[in-house]
């Protein structure tokens, strides 16, 4: 015969473990819930070209391409840049060059060089 005690706490003890399991489910759909929604792919992060001033005191210029964009590199050079990743609409970049557009500011980057910080 078994004791009422022994019994009780396999009782306890499978509750308790559904109850986890329970918040366990809970606290995953909140996850998943809370997930943002993937920017809009053809929203450009400005429309039209703009110029930007660089910290070096150069100029940049960049114009809005599709999925890509047109830029004059603060150093003269005139590039095509894709999207990259591939679908968004801030971070272009190719080879040894890239560009992060954030607000009003952008970041220019060349593999092995210190960034730039353009602004608006």
Known sequence: ?????????????????GLVAICCAGILAGCVAATPEKPDAAKPAFTGPVTLTCDDGMQMSI????????????????L???????????????????????GGEALWMVSGKVPITCRR
């Open 1 to 17: 015969m078994k004791s009422t005690g022994t019994t009780f706490m396999r009782l306890r003890q499978r509750g308790l473990s």
């Open 63 to 78: 114009t809005p391409k599709g999925s890509s964009i047109s830029v004059v590199s603060p150093r003269g050079l005139e």
């Open 80 to 102: 095509e840049l894709p999207a990259s990743p591939p679908g968004q609409h801030v971070r272009f970049g190719e080879s040894l060059y890239a560009v992060v557009i954030e």
